[in-house]
C-alpha cells in the first residue's frame, strides 16, 4: 500500500512540474504577446500623427489653391468677388 501511495505521489509530483513548467511557457508567451501589442498600438500612434500632419499641409495647399482659382477668376480691374449666375 505505501508503495502505490508512493507512486501516486510521484505521479502527481510530475503532473505539478508539468503544468509549472506550462505556466512558465504560457507566461513568457503572454509577455511576448504584449510586447507586440505595445509595439503595434505605438506604431499605430506613429501612423496617426503622420497622416493627421499630412492632412493639414493638404489642408493648407487646398486653400491656397482655392484662393488662388478664386482670385484667377476675378476680372483683372475687379475687387470683388464675380457673382454666381442664377439658374
Do not use: W
Amino acid at each position: 500500500m505505501a508503495s502505490t501511495v508512493s507512486a501516486e505521489v510521484k505521479e502527481l509530483r510530475a503532473k505539478v512540474d508539468l503544468l509549472a513548467m506550462q505556466q512558465e511557457e504560457n507566461l513568457g508567451a503572454v509577455n511576448d504577446l504584449s510586447e507586440d501589442v505595445r509595439e503595434d498600438i505605438d506604431n499605430l500612434y506613429l501612423a496617426i500623427g503622420e497622416l493627421s500632419s499630412r492632412i493639414e499641409h493638404f489642408s493648407v495647399i487646398l486653400s491656397v489653391s482655392e484662393e488662388s482659382i478664386l482670385f484667377s477668376a476675378l476680372p483683372p480691374d475687379s475687387s470683388s468677388p464675380p457673382s454666381i449666375p442664377a439658374r
